[in-house]
């Protein structure tokens, strides 16, 4: 573990789930939050609809290691350190459409002009780069069975796929028709009752403006699927009974005992990430803010999820974004944990897997990891011929 | 439960909401694909019936659908009922908006429905000597269009002015010449109505902001009301609005239309408007309530769609000054938990928590609940209906009532909260003494005479009054 990483559980500190508003297939949970200093606001930038190249080190000219994705849009964190509240950061005048975009780091600060600190991220690719960066120079002890590419290029290029939420059936529509609540500041978006993300801000004017980004954000392509094979959710585990009440106050009683409920729904179907360890790895220290991103202990038995978040050092989550991984995307990160944790060395990672030194080679293979091996099993098998 | 009332109050609800524009959660297409197939269900099965809805004040847009309808399969009129048909359409296609009259005339001639009583029909309402020549110069398209296809014979100026217009060199009713002149000269255009001058003007070059001026007065109170909505640079102008002549909903939806700190400004000016409008129309509908609640949900959707902008929340901001002008006590209970009193500054905001207010509004024991809401609760989902049911059992003496502005275009009927609170469609305000009078036969029908006559009974009654000469006790 760096210097900078450690192992903390996620929450939502400060923020209440609302009432569930169901479409077909996709449940969103409003996340309402009762204070707001107003001392952090978040603003959307539009890059229209153009690759974005991501400079990861180095000067932006400099041949490097480089993010490359379609990246829509990005952030505008402003902020203040002593509780004043901050102004939404100025927009720069309408860009060019290109073809390509170039951005020098994934979170850059800016100049602002009212004396607050202020700075541009790339939201979610700041966490998808986290992931793709596991362990991605490779074997750092060359034991014997790794082929001489491991050595000189590691794991690169590394690539993962994800789906745009425009491919998610039902999810624009229910973006469409939902009605965001007064003091909403996030949503937890359920796939046929899978979490498939969490988004957060700070300000609920910010979140007002920043609903229809998600459809523009990048989802977990299990999730496409879950949506094509499941019409209905319910709205709640239990429907809503009146009981025994015999006067209006009653009735009041049981409508706020269901809201309750519907909490606890809620906070049941989001198990998955507030349970579970996540490694977390401060990104940038912002005071009282901390910007965060995170990776799950990977297990390929339970949901996992990426993501990033800002929390206020009373631990109040300011802001968070997260996205699931699919099945395949669990096993490479469990893999390549696994693999970081025995040093490399094929036999030892072998044993603490379960599993013997061929099968750890074919699952490397179907992994896509395959030419780190210096005889992976299918030309084994094909000299065996 | 007899199918046939069951199928017109279907029928009767659906056209009370439904024009076949787009709403929040569904597109135009499917509310005009379960429009049509209403009409031709029930003008198939129950001929006599559907005609005797023109009585009740169902939407302009379907009034003139069931006219249209009717006159083209006059042949499936049963002999019995003929006379009664007749009267019915004849008197509803006179009490129509002219526009929508003359459009439906227009229609017909291009659906080549050509039948001796739509022929008599049309040459009745085109010769009405009263506005022949008015509606002559103001719809010149439809009325040609309309005359020529019904042979409805054209005499004297009436001939000329439409066989050679503004070429003849002199007519002797007045607006013809006029009509004449103003081809020539730009004073005389502003003798015109505002939709035949607005051509003119533009021939002759006529500065548009010194064409409003002076055309101002001959603007209809709609077209002024329209006017003031469209254009920021008429502001301060003072086109003086007369509420009086304006439904509330109209008034209601131009309110809604304005900024927050617009409606602020004017805040004394919008007021006196909106009351000013509900007190016309609840003197013109002779109703009178004591003892009223009215839940008001102002949730995002009912910002209803682009075709229908802010409509729900038009409709039910009307509603709470039409209930203020016709009855002895009323409370407003919004969604979202705002101060009463002020709702002249509704926007279309935040979920829909209808049952918080209905709780508050059953607190008052009132005696009569009206809900106006699409439907659509989602904080949380399904409680309001159940709420209702058990307070139907604590507070019997309330009579709720749930008015939808939106048709649910699968279910072909508004969206309800639960089956035992009658739902009814709604597009004006105005409609609502009818809407709680065909709520309360609703219920009765429930509780024991669940047959067709009582449905009969009931419109009987709204037929005589609708067929009686105007001025009468109607």
């Not at chain 1, 044993?351 to 030309?379: I, Q, T, Y």
């Not at chain 2, 709403?23 to 009409?39: I, K, M, N, P, T």
Request: aromatic share 8%; glycine share 8%; charged share 25%.
């Amino acid at each position: 573990m760096k210097k900078n990483e450690r192992l903390a559980q996620l929450d939502h500190h400060g923020l209440r789930a609302g009432s569930p508003q169901v479409l077909g297939a996709v449940r969103l949970v409003p996340l309402l939050r009762d204070e707001v200093p107003g001392d952090l606001r978040i603003g959307s930038r539009s890059y229209g609809a153009s690759l974005g190249i991501v400079r990861l080190d180095g000067r932006l000219d400099d041949p490097g290691l480089a993010y490359i994705s379609y990246v829509p849009h990005g952030f505008v964190v402003s902020h203040t350190s002593d509780g004043t509240a901050a102004t939404l950061g100025a927009t720069l005048g309408p860009a060019k459409p290109r073809c390509v975009r170039l951005h020098h780091r994934m979170v850059k600060r800016e100049d602002s002009d009212d004396g607050g600190s202020r700075f541009r991220m790339l939201p979610l690719h700041l966490a998808m780069e986290g992931y793709l960066a596991l362990h991605v120079r490779g074997p750092e002890i060359l034991w014997e069975g790794y082929s001489r590419a491991a050595a000189s290029r590691g794991l690169l290029p590394r690539t993962e796929y994800s789906v745009r939420g425009a491919y998610i059936q039902g999810l624009a529509e229910a973006l469409r028709v939902f009605e965001i609540a007064d003091r909403q500041v996030g949503v937890m978006v359920f796939v046929a009752d899978a979490l498939a993300s969490i988004f957060v801000v700070s300000h609920p004017d910010d979140y007002r403006a920043l609903h229809r980004s998600l459809i523009e954000d990048f989802f977990g392509e299990i999730l496409s699927t879950y949506a094509y094979f499941h019409a209905d959710v319910p709205l709640s585990s239990s429907p809503f009974s009146t009981g025994a009440a015999s006067t209006l106050d009653a009735l009041a009683v049981a409508v706020a005992r269901y809201r309750s409920d519907l909490e606890e729904d809620a906070s049941l179907l989001a198990a998955g990430l507030f349970t579970r360890p996540v490694v977390t790895e401060r990104v940038r220290d912002l005071r009282p803010f901390v910007l965060e991103r995170f990776v799950p202990t990977f297990d390929p038995a339970e949901e996992c999820h990426i993501g990033e978040r800002i929390v206020r050092d009373d631990g109040t989550l300011e802001y968070m974004k997260t996205f699931r991984l699919s099945q395949a995307q669990i096993r490479r990160g469990h893999l390549l944990t696994k693999l970081a944790a025995a040093d490399w060395n094929l036999d030892r990672a072998a044993e603490s897997l379960g599993c013997s030194r061929k099968e750890l080679d074919v699952r490397l293979v179907n992994a896509g990891f395959g030419h780190l091996l210096a005889a992976p099993p299918v030309k084994v098998a094909m000299r065996g011929r | 439960m007899c199918v046939a009332r069951e199928d017109v109050l279907t029928f009767v609800n659906a056209c009370f909401a439904s024009t076949g524009q787009r709403e929040f959660y569904s597109d135009g297409a499917g509310q005009r694909v379960s429009l049509a197939f209403l009409h031709a269900y029930v003008a198939g099965n129950y001929r006599a019936l559907y005609a005797r809805t023109l009585a009740l004040g169902l939407n302009h847009a379907n009034q003139a659908r069931i006219v249209g309808t009717l006159l083209a399969s006059g042949r499936e009129a049963r002999a019995q009922s003929r006379g009664e048909e007749n009267a019915l359409v004849t008197r509803a296609l006179h009490a129509l908006p002219t526009h929508r009259a003359m459009h439906l005339l227009e229609g017909l001639a291009e659906a080549g429905v050509n039948n001796r009583r739509t022929r008599a029909i049309t040459r009745a309402y085109l010769d009405s000597p009263r506005s022949k020549a008015f509606r002559a110069v103001k719809y010149r398209r439809s009325f040609r269009r309309a005359a020529l296809h019904a042979h409805v014979p054209l005499d004297g100026e009436t001939l000329s002015f439409f066989a050679r217009g503004w070429k003849e060199r002199r007519f002797t009713t007045p607006i013809f010449e006029t009509f004449r002149r103003a081809h020539y000269a730009e004073k005389d255009l502003y003798a015109l109505p505002y939709s035949i001058a607005e051509g003119l003007a533009a021939k002759h070059g006529v500065e548009r902001a010194a064409f409003l001026a002076r055309i101002e007065a001959r603007m209809t109170p709609t077209e002024l009301l329209r006017r003031r909505a469209a254009s920021e640079a008429d502001e301060g102008k003072g086109f003086a609005l007369d509420g009086t002549k304006l439904s509330p909903t109209k008034v209601a939806s131009y309110v809604l239309s304005l900024s927050i700190a617009d409606r602020k400004a004017r805040e004394v000016e919008l007021r006196a408007l909106l009351s000013s409008s509900a007190s016309a129309a609840a003197g013109r509908s002779l109703a009178r309530f004591e003892n009223v609640a009215i839940v008001v949900d102002r949730s995002y959707s009912s910002s209803g769609s682009r075709e229908k902008a802010r409509r729900p929340l038009a409709v039910a901001l009307a509603s709470v000054a039409f209930l203020r002008a016709c009855s002895a006590r009323v409370t407003v209970h919004l969604t979202g938990g705002e101060a009463c009193g002020d709702e002249i500054f509704l926007a279309p905001r935040g979920t829909t928590d209808l049952a918080t207010p209905v709780l508050a509004a059953l607190a008052t024991s009132p005696d009569l609940l009206l809900i106006v809401s699409d439907g659509y609760e989602n904080d949380p989902a399904g409680v309001t209906g159940k709420v209702l049911e058990v307070a139907a059992r604590i507070a019997p003496a309330t009579f709720v009532v749930h008015l939808n502005p939106v048709l649910d275009a699968e279910a072909l009927a508004p969206k309800s909260l639960t089956p035992r609170v009658p739902t009814l469609g709604i597009r004006e305000a105005e409609d609502l003494p009818a809407l709680v009078a065909l709520a309360r036969f609703a219920r009765e029908g429930d509780a024991a005479t669940s047959t067709l006559d009582a449905l009969e009974r009931h419109l009987d009654a709204r037929v005589r009054a609708f067929l009686s000469p105007p001025g009468g006790a109607s």
